[in-house]
């Protein structure tokens, strides 16, 4: 057993606590810490996949709907960072690719890696994977930022002849954020340190 | 087997889970991980007095936020104003309730939840008393820190500011304002207090007091 492995850090209250076998509730705040391995792994894989599945029609179907006197257009998420950028508005363009295109493949893909390189014990350094795996907490919420400009938006542009819709982009993209929050929040940093051989 | 005051004694970082051992800080000194150069911990003095000032202004300039306009627009002669009555409104009018529910909870209930929580746990331990509820308020407040957008949704504002520029005439509220504040000051509470910091003050305050 390796000394990070005897040594756990309680996700709720940041207790230091050493484990063995009989006790899996934190010292401190009696919150269970030593969730079955095998379980946290599968919730992540899970989680992860759905989320994947909402991130399809959130790119294929509008996230925005505006009506003009009758007539509806609408925006995929692409469609309006290109509108943005041909209009001009080159840093919104970037801070809503930044936030609806990169943050999301980004989070996939870490998870990915990091559930992978468990399985598999990859040859890293598992203090860059925990580094990983706090990035991929620290910028989960940020992708939000599209839906919540669309609701904004919604509730600005609300009169008789003009009006803007959260499209059905909208709904998908919210969950797809909320299923990978879940995801990385499954994921237990005791996997990171599993050994070679280790099964679980 | 290792004794409970020297578990207290250890710290793991957050970012990059190395195991560091605590030693004793003069007053407002920092302590950093040795690896990753992330804060761990701090000897802030009368850190409860200054924290629960900030909370206080905090619950204030957030009730603002929510209490009035936020920004207003105005399209040839057409005003619309951005509040949260205005978005209820949006939300059931048109049946938008996934997004508007996920909205509702991620801007407005979980902050203000985080809020009042923070404030009745930092009186509670002000007068020791009530362990129980600080330690359940605590740790319902380890849960929902991550839900919470109010940062997020400022800088959607920002954006869909910057989308409407050319269309229409802006004109910011109050509430605009105080958003800014509430941001301000809970920068300050979190680069002041971690949890870490909270749950050490619990265990001084109550000592082995639970359930």
Not at chain 2, 25 to 36: D, I, R, T
Request: with cysteine; glycine share 4%; proline share 3%.
């Amino acid at each position: 057993m390796s000394r990070e492995l005897e040594y756990i850090r309680c996700h709720i209250c940041e207790a230091v606590n050493y484990v063995n076998e009989k006790e899996t509730k934190c010292r401190r705040c009696h919150e269970e810490i030593a969730p079955n391995l095998r379980l946290s792994y599968h919730k992540t894989l899970a989680f992860l996949i759905t989320a994947i599945i909402f991130y399809i029609p959130a790119n294929l179907y509008p996230i925005l709907v505006s009506k003009q006197f009758g007539k509806t257009t609408t925006n995929t998420i692409m469609g309006g960072i290109i509108h943005l950028w041909d209009a001009g508005s080159y840093p919104i363009a970037l801070i809503i690719l930044l936030a609806s295109v990169f943050v999301p493949l980004l989070k996939f893909i870490l998870i990915i890696y990091l559930l992978i390189s468990t399985r598999h014990n990859l040859h890293s350094s598992k203090v860059d994977k925990h580094k990983l795996f706090y990035i991929t907490e620290i910028i989960g919420p940020w992708s939000m930022v599209d839906v919540f400009v669309v609701v904004i938006l919604s509730v600005l542009i609300h009169f008789s002849g003009v009006q803007i819709f959260p499209g059905e982009g909208a709904t998908a993209f919210g969950l797809m954020v909320f299923f990978t929050m879940i995801s990385a929040q499954s994921f237990d940093p005791r996997l990171i340190n599993q050994q070679k051989g280790d099964t679980f | 087997m290792i004794t409970e005051e020297e578990l207290d004694n250890l710290i793991i970082c957050k970012k990059c889970h190395t195991l560091h051992k605590r030693v004793p800080l003069p007053p407002n000194k920092k302590a950093f991980c040795s690896k990753c150069d992330i804060l761990l911990y701090q000897n802030n003095p009368n850190i409860l007095n200054k924290t629960l000032a900030l909370v206080i202004a905090t619950t204030i300039s957030l009730f603002v936020a929510f209490k009035f306009t936020i920004v207003t627009i105005d399209i040839q002669g057409m005003e619309k104003s951005l509040t949260l009555y205005a978005l209820f409104m949006v939300i059931l009018e048109q049946h938008q309730y996934i997004v508007g529910v996920m909205f509702i909870f991620l801007i407005f209930i979980f902050p203000i939840t985080i809020i009042f929580s923070m404030l009745i746990l930092l009186i509670l331990m002000k007068r020791k008393k009530g362990g129980y509820l600080v330690k359940r308020l605590l740790i319902l407040l380890a849960h929902i820190r991550p839900w919470s957008m109010v940062d997020i949704f400022f800088i959607s504002l920002l954006v869909a500011m910057v989308k409407l520029f050319d269309y229409a005439y802006i004109e910011l509220g109050v509430s605009f304002i105080a958003l800014i504040f509430t941001l301000i000051l809970d920068i300050i509470i979190t680069k002041n207090l971690s949890f870490y910091e909270l749950w050490n003050l619990y265990t001084k305050i109550y000592g082995g007091v639970d359930e």
